[in-house]
């Protein structure tokens, strides 16, 4: 059994106080003390014990401290996604989209405005209806529903692919993992949502650093030039760097004229510009990898926590059986995301994938058809 870090406290507070007045060091350092001899022993006294209970154990105050910590500061997260998003779109909108409707041909400026809000609505819906839609809890009442193990935690029956999120306090159907940016779980209902977000993010990001990657030159040109004009008072030398960039036309005096005129404004376009292409490039990137792992395990049939159970299962396998183990979730990489998707016929894949779609998850969660069922699971 796993040494619970409250259990352990109850305990230790109960020595304690049996014994209160007759040690004269301070309580908090009596505390410890006690808790560590207790867990020691609770460890030492356990015939189940092996090195990932002893992690476990010994790190349990920090992951519930992490836990804490995650619980209240989910909404900052959520509060800067939406704060970084709006302040891209109000570049997008003040610079960008008049450029685009100035410069552009009328072909090209119809792709930009479709292209451009299509992405920000999917991003929109995807990341309301992921931080909004509940993740899937199994039954708190009594029923009939097969189930494969008990949570330590709830003291409640535990359905086939159901974990404990120790910052939700609860079991979650289906659990990949607790994403703080979304403050919620995402589980079996809201993983699609989940999924979908980070793609379309991704997307709008990349979308972003590639069209705006020739502003973002021209601006940081423009912010390098107005640095070497601040620097070069009037009268001067120009410096080689000034002759470099073109300042001066070659055969002119080689003290400086005034300033050309440039206004806060100008500076203030070309630092939002260079701000949104650092932004959209960086997490293009970051959610980018991200969202190919998903997308891996995705194919696979598994999740977040389900690829490290299986990993284990499969060494274990092969180590004390000789055999390979398969995931009994892996339907086909195709069926896997027909399944995830929701798609039950061919329109589907525009209508529930390239369109904004509230459809249900396929099955409700607590049962699972085992691996092997028939090829073509859905007829597409
Ligand atoms: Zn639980
Ligand atoms: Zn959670």
Not at 43 to 54: A, E, G, I
Not at 84 to 106: C, K
Request: glycine residues 6%; proline residues 6%.
């Amino acid at each position: 059994m796993r040494c619970s870090a409250p259990h352990l406290l109850r305990c230790v507070r109960l020595q304690l106080g049996s014994r209160r007045g007759r040690n004269k060091l301070p309580l908090c350092i009596r505390r410890i003390w006690a808790y560590m001899k207790l867990l020691v022993q609770s460890l030492c006294f356990n015939s189940l014990t092996d090195s990932d209970v002893v992690f476990d154990s010994v790190f349990e105050p920090v992951f519930v401290t992490v836990d804490y910590i995650t619980r209240w500061f989910g909404l900052v997260f959520v509060c800067l996604v939406v704060i970084l998003t709006s302040s891209i779109l109000v570049i997008a909108y003040a610079v960008l989209l008049p450029l685009i409707l100035t410069t552009y041909s009328p072909a090209w400026i119809a792709w930009h405005v479709c292209y451009g809000h299509w992405n920000l609505f999917m991003i929109a819906f995807h990341y309301y209806k992921a931080a909004k839609t509940s993740p899937g809890y199994p039954p708190t009442e009594k029923n009939e529903r097969p189930f494969v193990s008990v949570c330590k935690k709830c003291i409640m029956p535990k359905p086939a692919r159901t974990h404990h999120c120790g910052i939700c306090n609860r079991c979650i159907l289906k659990m990949d993992h607790h994403c703080p940016w979304l403050n919620n779980c995402v589980g079996h209902f809201n993983h699609r949502y989940f999924f979908s977000f980070c793609l379309f993010m991704t997307l709008g990001c990349v979308y972003c650093s590639i069209s705006g990657r020739n502003l973002f030159l021209d601006a940081y040109r423009a912010l390098e030039r107005f640095k070497h004009l601040d620097s070069e008072k009037p009268g001067m030398p120009v410096t080689g760097m000034g002759l470099l960039i073109g300042l001066l036309p070659s055969g002119q005096t080689n003290f400086q004229t005034p300033a050309p005129p440039y206004t806060f404004k100008d500076r203030m376009i070309h630092k939002s510009i260079i701000y949104m292409w650092v932004l959209t490039s960086t997490v293009g990137v970051a959610l980018g990898a991200l969202t190919i792992w998903h997308a891996v395990l995705i194919s696979r049939g598994e999740t977040s926590i389900e690829k490290h159970i299986n990993k284990k299962e499969t060494h274990r396998m092969m180590v004390k059986w000789g055999k390979v183990y398969r995931n009994p979730f892996n339907y086909g990489g195709l069926n896997n995301w027909k399944i995830f998707l929701g798609v039950e016929k061919k329109s589907h894949w525009v209508t529930r994938v390239l369109l904004p779609s509230g459809h249900p998850p396929h099955g409700d969660g607590l049962t699972w058809e085992i691996f092997p069922v028939k090829n073509d699971l859905i007829p597409v």
